[in-house]
């Protein structure tokens, strides 16, 4: 079992630039979720996508847009980055089935200077 | 707004004692109550979940509604539960949107 590969592992990036964040499900999983996990705080709910499509959005910013691939791996997207945009974030699959469990990745820790 | 609390940031117990962890939670429905936990280096894994009533590695939780309470309870703590727990509840009805709580460290001192 591979399990939710995220990549990069780390990633330092200055205020006002971009970053896309990658995201490779579980075989057979058809439903991607992202979270941001500030130091010190539970993950928060950014992002669900099934089938290609969102199917929900936290409280975030326009900042920050994500899509799903046909192979249903996902990227996360977010422009101008703010100092407060550092956080570990971690991306989580699941067959998208009433009462099927989240499995989550290592996260990609975002660090903005 | 639905929301998770978990009082204590910081458990510590002794091997072999009884360990309780506090969640607390508001949500204007049926919630659906999770306990997740992360052990030092390895990935964020689901515990338990209320609506599957089982026991694993030990733990228990109860959904109590009239209390708006899911305390996680296991009655004698190993030096192996020494991790990093996160409440979390969703709306239910395949809801994946997952509010989760502060989290609570336990520490079990052997």
């Known amino acids: 079992d591979a399990g939710v590969t995220q990549s990069p592992t780390h990633l330092i990036k200055t205020r006002g630039q971009q970053v896309t964040l990658r995201c490779s499900p579980i075989?057979?999983?058809?439903?991607v979720s992202w979270y941001q996990q500030v130091l010190g705080q539970g993950p928060q709910f950014i992002f669900q996508y099934y089938e290609k499509e969102e199917r929900g959005r936290g409280n975030f910013p326009d900042r920050f847009s994500a899509r799903q691939f046909p192979n249903y791996s996902s990227e996360l997207n977010v422009n101008a980055l703010l100092l407060g945009d550092s956080a570990l974030y971690l991306c989580?699959?699941?067959?998208?089935?009433?009462?099927?469990?989240?499995?989550f990745g290592n996260g990609t820790r975002l660090t903005v200077t | 707004a639905q929301r998770v609390t978990q009082p204590e940031k910081l458990l510590s117990v002794f091997k072999g004692a009884p360990v309780e962890l506090k969640c607390n939670y508001s949500y204007s429905g049926s919630p659906e109550l999770f306990w997740y936990v992360q052990y030092s280096r390895q990935r964020l894994q689901l515990l338990l979940r209320?609506?599957s009533r089982e026991s694993i590695k030990g733990f228990t939780a109860d959904l109590n509604k009239g209390e708006t309470s899911f305390h996680l309870k296991k009655p004698f703590a190993q030096e192996e539960d020494s991790a990093m727990y996160y409440c979390?509840?969703?709306?239910?009805?395949?809801?994946?949107?997952?509010?989760f709580g502060k989290g609570t460290k336990l520490s079990v001192i052997p």
């Open positions: 979390a509840l969703t709306g239910g009805a395949g809801s994946y949107q997952l509010t």
């Open positions: 989580a699959s699941s067959l998208g089935t009433v009462n099927s469990p989240l499995h």
């Open positions: 209320h609506i």
């Open positions: 075989s057979g999983h058809k439903s």
